[in-house]
T-cell receptor, first 111, second 116 residues
């Protein structure tokens, strides 16, 4: 996997609103994608995944959308709660276990 | 799901000393583990790729003699920060790749290193 130490873009949402976090990936050959959540001072945790043969997958309060035409991935969080405040980043996985992580987005939920 | 255990979670050491951080895959074998460094409000920065039974592959700009990586078994990789200095203070995170049932990266809890 590769990543670069960059300052994170930020997103602020009101509690109860829906959040949309976006990720652009680089390789059209990537066939598996994962969203991770990283709370302050902790390691990243798996949220939801999607394979390239799907364009939408739903979990509990989260939905991932995949647009292979424009190589774009999004994470939608419904009814955002204060506990959702964290850094979210996507990973694209290519054949051969090549992991590439996105920069990440810092989500702040305003009570 | 699979678990990756990283130890210690916090360490404070004096300048000039060395610190070892362990990364263990508890219920799966990982031929590949990654070590990251993270500064506040920044993304993960890959330091090196650790391969079981062979030398680690370091990213450009990462000193291999400063950050020693050993991947002696399929469940353990260690990162040793040698002759630590205050500028080495950071959050270090490991991840391990599991191939079953799907290819997925599992992360350790992270280690907060403070060099005084």
């Amino acid at each position: 996997g590769e990543s670069v130490g960059l300052h994170l873009p930020t997103l602020s949402v009101q509690e109860g609103d829906n959040s949309i976090i976006n990720c652009a990936y680089s390789n059209s050959a990537s066939d598996y994608f994962i969203w991770y959540k990283q709370e302050s001072g902790k390691g990243p945790q798996f949220i939801i995944d999607i394979r390239s043969n799907m364009d939408k997958r739903q979990g509990q309060r989260v939905t991932v959308l995949l647009n292979k035409t424009v190589k774009h991935l999004s994470l939608q969080i419904a009814a955002t709660q204060p506990g959702d405040s964290a850094v979210y980043f996507c990973a694209e996985i290519q054949t051969g276990n090549q992991f590439y992580f996105g920069t990440g987005t810092s989500l702040t939920v305003i009570p | 799901g699979a678990v990756v255990s990283q130890h210690p979670s916090r360490v404070i050491c004096k300048s000039g000393t060395s610190v070892k951080i362990e990364c263990r895959s508890l219920d799966f074998q990982a031929t590949t583990m990654f070590w990251y460094r993270q500064f506040p409000k920044q993304s993960l920065m890959l330091m090196a790729t650790s391969n079981e039974g062979s030398k680690a592959t370091y990213e450009q700009g990462v000193e291999k003699d400063k950050f020693l990586i050993n991947h002696a078994s399929l469940t353990l990789s260690t990162l040793t920060v040698t002759s630590a200095h205050p500028e080495d203070s950071s959050f270090y995170i490991c991840s391990a790749i599991s191939d079953s049932p799907n290819t997925e990266a599992f992360f350790g809890q992270g280690t907060r290193l403070t060099v005084v």
